[in-house]
Every structure is written in structure tokens, then in C-alpha cells.
């Protein structure tokens, strides 16, 4: 029997970055694989980052983690989604290598001082009074103080096409068919669930000719902030369009598709519906856009984004056929659906430790969450309060104001979650100051006191933050008319007569930091610190209201609720909120808040009863 402070089971997104944390923070870590080629492995699309899932992979990296890093490393080409929106909302997107992403991943865990990999099924988890046994489908028997679990997809997962139903994980890879009931023992509640994948074609049989060919582009950062650059683009991604054809397809053989004939029993993203779903939810579109996208350079198979199905093989060829530009396209992997074993989230606290057994920790789908990136913000999350938890070690916590991850943690930790959570921009209410160009001045310290951040990371950080604190003592400067004028008559401003502040001129007009570099400000500031400044500046009013909101928000956060309080013996709570707030039982009045049928009346009850149960 081998013993380890920390026991992670999975090696998906959020088991390396829950090892990785625990291991560099100085815990003995092993992390069980079901199979090591499973590694950081890209299940379904070959990309990381997108709408919100930027953001949160930029806080990973201000915070210490792996994922920003790795992406840079298997680049093939990144773009800047929402840029016709407010800087609120950019977020970066990377197409990666799937093959790369992987094997550097798995280098990365394999060169870590502490960690430990082992492929082996864990089939059953036992509290002991000094912490778990975990034992292994080869009768393997590992003893720890913690255990997280991040299961992903696995957990008695089945796939589906058409009729076809298999056993089985993602992309082929064995399942998990055990650890389901050892949770079930440990008093969890399981839900089903769903997703899916579309199919992967040969590019030589694609006519690219009908398609709009999508590029990097050239001016956007690298995701972490200890990489210097990034390639221009390797590969190219190609927008097209579902056809009338595929909708006819779709709407005949309808009665063969399992999420409508009762073959699937998991309920599935309502954000990233296949394309059988998309043509019956939203019968007045014409047609869907579809983006091909390149699994790896060492492959010619391309992704079909957005043409995910679990309808049958025969039928897939003829959907795929209908696209514009896939006519005589070759599926080389059949698109698939997917059914998986998760628990609910709300028996989880802040910190991702199940409030009645403490130790455990639980990260990404297995939670109903979804995406890669939402998966390695609670990885590193859990892997941190692992470490914490065993060195006896304060929590540790992300908050909505401060990041997207403690929004998503907020989120599926006091909400009932009955379909994948899937992050975006809108359930942020601060993403005014959530933005993807600020994660590290918002969490590299916190980084740092944890003790992930490295002195290279943390150098750079201190870096831009001197360059910014010199760009804003600049913007004090008034500039005369006859200084400013030509540059004004150049982006067709109006030459005012008095003077204004360099701050004046960035707010009041379209002038923009480097215009002003031209006047000779802002020399040698970097680009980073420059579009930080001017973001702050261009939106102060609004930033300001919204630190007033947080701050008026943080009112609630900072009431706590008794961890003994009994919900049901308090009188003028309505019968729902006093069941719900019994079950979920939030740490303060700002979480109670935030739980579906908890009304602000409700709220208000509990204020006066803490008042006068003090």
C-alpha cells in the first residue's frame, strides 16, 4: 500500500491542473489515468480559449497554471472573438495542436517534482479516519489525505450513433464503469448527462474553393504572459454553411436521431447543440455555420465545428455531403453523442470540497460543467485547497469580482444545474473589470502568496505594473493645440482651442495610446500596458459604477451564515427558499441571494433573524 498526501483521479484538463498545483506547492501527488493517452487530451474540438473561456484561461496563467502555457506551445493560429463588441467581452481564441497540447502536456506532468503518473482505473474511493484508500481495477491500493476527483466524461460513459451504443469514453478510450457507486456510497447524488462531437473528415476531399478561409490574426497577445510570442498562422480554419439539403436530411431521419426517439436519457449543453437539435430548435434558420478546423499538422483530418450528431453512420454521410464545400468530403471518425455519470455540484463548497466529506475535492464535467477551460479553472482551484488542506492551511477562494473562475465555481456551487454549465460572458454581472487584458494585474498576487507563481512570471508582472503606473501619471499632462492639431486633423477630430490632458484627449475622442506615441508619450511602454490604459481610460465612468456595484455587493458577501443555522425553524421563509437554503447551505448572505428561489424578501428575513440571533 503506498501512501500520498494527494491522489488525483484523471489527467484531463482539470486533473493536470489540480496535480500540477498540489505537486508544485510540495504535496506527494499521484494521478491516475485510465489511460496515460488520455493525457491533456483535446476530446472534442482542437481549440482552447472563445467566448469567456479566454478569460478564464488567462486567469489560469495569472494564478500559476499550465494551460495559457501549453496552448502557446502547440499553436496554430489565434484570433480575438468579439472585437465588433466592448473590450469587455474580447476574448482570445487558439486553434492547437491536439497532438502537441497532449505530449507537452504530459511531459510537463511526467518533469514535475512531487507528481506521479500511473495509468489504472480507480473502481472505489474509502473514507478512512486519516483520509481515503483508493483502490484500482488491478487491485492497486494507494492511500492519501485528499483525493480529487476529475473524472471528465468517464464515469459509466456510453457513446451513440444511431442505434450503435457502445461502452465506452471519449474517442474509444475505456470508460470508468465503477467509481459511480463508490460516490453514490459516500452519500453523492448523481445526475446524466450529455454531449457530443461531430465527425472528423480528410482535408484532400474537401472543396475549399467553396469555403471563406479564416486566418490568424497577426496583433493578438499570446495567451500567457511569460510567453514573448507566437507564430503567425500554421494552419487555417474555413467558414461555411449547412444547405435547404441538410435541413431536408435532417427532418426526415429525424425519427432516427437518439436524442428524439429516447435512445438518450443524459440531458445535453443547451449552448452547443448538435446540428439534428439546431434544424428542429430553430426551424426558421435557413441554414447554420460550420467551421473546419484543423486537428494537427501532422494530420490531414479537420474538425467540423458546429456539426456535432448522434444520428447513424449512413445518415452522418449524407448530412456531411449537404455542407457547401464537404459534397465528396471523407469522414474519417464518425461524429458521436455521449453519456456520462456527474454529481451535483451544490454538495460542494467554495473551495470544491464536499461539505460532508471533508478532503474530497471534485473538478470540471464531473461537476456538470463543460469545456476544457471551465475544467482547469476548478482544477487548479481543487488542487490548491488540497494542498491547503492537507498542510492545515487557510481556503483558499476566488470571488465573482475578482475572476470568471469564482463566478463559475459561484455558479455551479449554489445553483442546480440541470443541463452542463457552460461559461459566458453575460452571467459575469462585473465583466467590466473581468477583462482578458487584466487577469494578471487581478491575480498574480494572489498567485504569488499561494506560491505557484514563478520569479520569472512575477517579475514580469511587477514590470507592467511600474509601466503603468508611469502611464498614468502621464495622463495628467495638458497638451497644447498646436501639439495635438495635426494628429487631431488625421482621424478627423475637431481642433478644440484650449489645451486638454492626454486623459481627455483618450476619453473624448478616437485617439488611441499609440497615436499618442507619436507626440512622444508613453515611450517605451509596452503593448500590454498601453491597451490596459487606455481601456481604463476610455471607460472610467462605467468602471467606476462598477466597483461601486461590487462594493455594494461585497455588503452581502461579507454577512456569513452559521454553518449550524436550521434554515426550517425560521419563521416568514417561504417554504422553497427554506428547503433550498437547507440543502445548499451558503456560506453567506450574498450566496443565499443567489440560489434559485431564494427571493430578496427572503434575503431580508434572514437579515433580521441574524440581527437578532447574534
Given at each position: 500500500?503506498?501512501?500520498?498526501?494527494?491522489?488525483?483521479?484523471?489527467?484531463?484538463?482539470?486533473?493536470?491542473?489540480?496535480?500540477?498545483?498540489?505537486?508544485?506547492?510540495?504535496?506527494?501527488?499521484?494521478?491516475?489515468?485510465?489511460?496515460?493517452?488520455?493525457?491533456?487530451?483535446?476530446?472534442?474540438?482542437?481549440?482552447?480559449?472563445?467566448?469567456?473561456?479566454?478569460?478564464?484561461?488567462?486567469?489560469?496563467?495569472?494564478?500559476?497554471?499550465?494551460?495559457?502555457?501549453?496552448?502557446?506551445?502547440?499553436?496554430?493560429?489565434?484570433?480575438?472573438?468579439?472585437?465588433?463588441?466592448?473590450?469587455?467581452?474580447?476574448?482570445?481564441?487558439?486553434?492547437?495542436?491536439?497532438?502537441?497540447?497532449?505530449a507537452q502536456m504530459k511531459r510537463t506532468l511526467e518533469s514535475t517534482a512531487n507528481l506521479h503518473?500511473?495509468?489504472?482505473?480507480?473502481?472505489?474511493?474509502?473514507?478512512?479516519?486519516?483520509?481515503?484508500?483508493?483502490?484500482?481495477?488491478?487491485?492497486?491500493?494507494?492511500?492519501?489525505?485528499?483525493?480529487?476527483?476529475?473524472?471528465?466524461?468517464?464515469?459509466?460513459?456510453?457513446?451513440?450513433?444511431?442505434?450503435?451504443?457502445?461502452?465506452?469514453?471519449?474517442?474509444?478510450?475505456?470508460?470508468?464503469?465503477?467509481?459511480?457507486?463508490?460516490?453514490?456510497?459516500?452519500?453523492?447524488?448523481?445526475?446524466?448527462?450529455?454531449?457530443?462531437?461531430?465527425?472528423?473528415?480528410?482535408?484532400?476531399?474537401?472543396?475549399?474553393?467553396?469555403?471563406?478561409?479564416?486566418?490568424?490574426?497577426?496583433?493578438?497577445?499570446?495567451?500567457?504572459?511569460?510567453?514573448?510570442?507566437?507564430?503567425?498562422?500554421?494552419?487555417?480554419?474555413?467558414?461555411?454553411?449547412?444547405?435547404?439539403?441538410?435541413?431536408?436530411?435532417?427532418?426526415?431521419?429525424?425519427?432516427?436521431?437518439?436524442?428524439?426517439?429516447?435512445?438518450?436519457?443524459?440531458?445535453?449543453?443547451?449552448?452547443?447543440?448538435?446540428?439534428?437539435?439546431?434544424?428542429?430548435?430553430?426551424?426558421?434558420?435557413?441554414?447554420?455555420?460550420?467551421?473546419?478546423?484543423?486537428?494537427?499538422?501532422?494530420?490531414?483530418?479537420?474538425?467540423?465545428?458546429?456539426?456535432?450528431?448522434?444520428?447513424?453512420?449512413?445518415?452522418?454521410?449524407?448530412?456531411?455531403?449537404?455542407?457547401?464545400?464537404?459534397?465528396?468530403?471523407?469522414?474519417?471518425?464518425?461524429?458521436?453523442?455521449?453519456?456520462?455519470?456527474?454529481?451535483?455540484?451544490?454538495?460542494?463548497?467554495?473551495?470544491?470540497?464536499?461539505?460532508?466529506?471533508?478532503?474530497?475535492?471534485?473538478?470540471?464535467?464531473?461537476?456538470?460543467?463543460?469545456?476544457?477551460?471551465?475544467?482547469?479553472?476548478?482544477?487548479?482551484?481543487?488542487?490548491?485547497?488540497?494542498?491547503?488542506?492537507?498542510?492545515?492551511?487557510?481556503?483558499?477562494?476566488?470571488?465573482?469580482?475578482?475572476?470568471?473562475?469564482?463566478?463559475?465555481?459561484?455558479?455551479?456551487?449554489?445553483?442546480?444545474?440541470?443541463?452542463?454549465?457552460?461559461?459566458?460572458?453575460?452571467?459575469?454581472?462585473?465583466?467590466?473589470?473581468?477583462?482578458?487584458?487584466?487577469?494578471?494585474?487581478?491575480?498574480?498576487?494572489?498567485?504569488?502568496?499561494?506560491?505557484?507563481?514563478?520569479?520569472?512570471?512575477?517579475?514580469?508582472?511587477?514590470?507592467?505594473?511600474?509601466?503603468?503606473?508611469?502611464?498614468?501619471?502621464?495622463?495628467?499632462?495638458?497638451?497644447?493645440?498646436?501639439?495635438?492639431?495635426?494628429?487631431?486633423?488625421?482621424?478627423?477630430?475637431?481642433?478644440?482651442?484650449?489645451?486638454?490632458?492626454?486623459?481627455?484627449?483618450?476619453?473624448?475622442?478616437?485617439?488611441?495610446?499609440?497615436?499618442?506615441?507619436?507626440?512622444?508619450?508613453?515611450?517605451?511602454?509596452?503593448?500590454?500596458?498601453?491597451?490596459?490604459?487606455?481601456?481604463?481610460?476610455?471607460?472610467?465612468?462605467?468602471?467606476?459604477?462598477?466597483?461601486?456595484?461590487?462594493?455594494?455587493?461585497?455588503?452581502?458577501?461579507?454577512?456569513?451564515?452559521?454553518?449550524?443555522?436550521?434554515?426550517?425553524?425560521?419563521?416568514?421563509?417561504?417554504?422553497?427558499?427554506?428547503?433550498?437554503?437547507?440543502?445548499?447551505?451558503?456560506?453567506?448572505?450574498?450566496?443565499?441571494?443567489?440560489?434559485?428561489?431564494?427571493?430578496?424578501?427572503?434575503?431580508?428575513?434572514?437579515?433580521?433573524?441574524?440581527?437578532?440571533?447574534?
Amino acid at each position: 500500500m503506498k501512501e500520498y498526501d494527494v491522489i488525483v483521479i484523471g489527467a484531463g484538463h482539470a486533473g493536470c491542473e489540480a496535480a500540477l498545483a498540489s505537486a508544485r506547492l510540495g504535496c506527494s501527488t499521484l494521478v491516475l489515468a485510465t489511460n496515460l493517452d488520455t493525457v491533456g487530451f483535446l476530446a472534442c474540438n482542437p481549440s482552447i480559449g472563445g467566448t469567456a473561456k479566454g478569460q478564464i484561461v488567462k486567469e489560469i496563467d495569472a494564478l500559476g497554471g499550465q494551460m495559457a502555457i501549453n496552448a502557446d506551445r502547440s499553436l496554430l493560429q489565434m484570433r480575438m472573438l468579439n472585437r465588433g463588441k466592448g473590450s469587455a467581452v474580447y476574448s482570445p481564441r487558439a486553434q492547437v495542436d491536439k497532438n502537441v497540447y497532449h505530449a507537452q502536456m504530459k511531459r510537463t506532468l511526467e518533469s514535475t517534482a512531487n507528481l506521479h503518473l500511473r495509468q489504472g482505473e480507480a473502481v472505489s474511493i474509502e473514507q478512512i479516519s486519516d483520509g481515503f484508500v483508493v483502490k484500482t481495477a488491478v487491485d492497486l491500493v494507494y492511500t492519501c489525505k485528499a483525493v480529487v476527483l476529475c473524472c471528465g466524461v468517464y464515469l459509466n460513459s456510453k457513446t451513440l450513433v444511431g442505434q450503435c451504443i457502445r461502452e465506452s469514453g471519449p474517442n474509444g478510450f475505456a470508460n470508468a464503469r465503477y467509481l459511480t457507486q463508490s460516490l453514490i456510497d459516500l452519500g453523492f447524488t448523481i445526475s446524466r448527462f450529455k454531449t457530443g462531437t461531430p465527425a472528423r473528415v480528410r482535408l484532400q476531399s474537401m472543396d475549399l474553393s467553396k469555403t471563406v478561409e479564416q486566418c490568424g490574426e497577426e496583433d493578438v497577445r499570446p495567451f500567457s504572459y511569460i510567453t514573448d510570442s507566437i507564430p503567425a498562422t500554421k494552419r487555417s480554419c474555413y467558414l461555411t454553411y449547412s444547405t435547404e439539403e441538410t435541413k431536408r436530411i435532417i427532418l426526415e431521419n429525424k425519427h432516427l436521431a437518439p436524442i428524439y426517439n429516447g435512445t438518450i436519457n443524459g440531458v445535453g449543453p443547451r449552448y452547443c447543440p448538435s446540428i439534428e437539435d439546431k434544424v428542429v430548435r430553430f426551424a426558421d434558420k435557413e441554414r447554420h455555420q460550420i467551421f473546419l478546423e484543423p486537428e494537427s499538422e501532422d494530420t490531414c483530418e479537420y474538425y467540423v465545428q458546429g456539426a456535432s450528431s448522434s444520428m447513424p453512420a449512413s445518415v452522418q454521410e449524407e448530412i456531411y455531403h449537404s455542407i457547401e464545400g464537404l459534397e465528396n468530403v471523407e469522414i474519417m471518425r464518425d461524429a458521436y453523442a455521449i453519456e456520462y455519470d456527474c454529481i451535483d455540484a451544490t454538495q460542494l463548497d467554495a473551495t470544491l470540497m464536499a461539505k460532508h466529506i471533508p478532503g474530497m475535492f471534485f473538478a470540471g464535467q464531473i461537476n456538470g460543467t463543460s469545456g476544457y477551460e471551465e475544467a482547469a479553472g476548478q482544477g487548479i482551484v481543487a488542487g490548491i485547497n488540497a494542498e491547503r488542506y492537507v498542510h492545515n492551511k487557510p481556503k483558499f477562494t476566488l470571488r465573482r469580482d475578482n475572476s470568471y473562475i469564482g463566478v463559475l465555481i459561484d455558479d455551479i456551487t449554489t445553483k442546480e444545474n440541470v443541463e452542463p454549465y457552460r461559461m459566458m460572458t453575460s452571467r459575469a454581472e462585473h465583466r467590466l473589470v473581468l477583462r482578458q487584458d487584466n487577469a494578471d494585474m487581478r491575480l498574480t498576487e494572489l498567485g504569488k502568496e499561494i506560491g505557484l507563481v514563478t520569479d520569472e512570471r512575477y517579475a514580469k508582472f511587477l514590470h507592467k505594473k511600474e509601466q503603468i503606473e508611469s502611464a498614468q501619471k502621464q495622463l495628467k499632462t495638458v497638451v497644447s493645440p498646436k501639439v495635438y492639431g495635426p494628429l487631431f486633423a488625421k482621424k478627423d477630430e475637431p481642433v478644440t482651442g484650449a489645451g486638454l490632458t492626454v486623459d481627455e484627449m483618450l476619453r473624448r475622442t478616437n485617439i488611441t495610446t499609440k497615436d499618442m506615441q507619436e507626440l512622444g508619450f508613453f515611450a517605451d511602454i509596452d503593448e500590454d500596458a498601453l491597451y490596459e490604459i487606455e481601456i481604463e481610460c476610455k471607460y472610467r465612468g462605467y468602471i467606476e459604477k462598477e466597483k461601486e456595484a461590487i462594493a455594494q455587493a461585497n455588503k452581502l458577501e461579507n454577512k456569513p451564515l452559521p454553518a449550524d443555522i436550521d434554515y426550517l425553524a425560521i419563521d416568514g421563509l417561504r417554504l422553497e427558499a427554506r428547503q433550498k437554503l437547507d440543502k445548499i447551505r451558503p456560506a453567506n448572505l450574498g450566496q443565499a441571494g443567489r440560489i434559485l428561489g431564494v427571493s430578496p424578501a427572503d434575503i431580508q428575513i434572514l437579515i433580521v433573524y441574524l440581527a437578532t440571533h447574534r
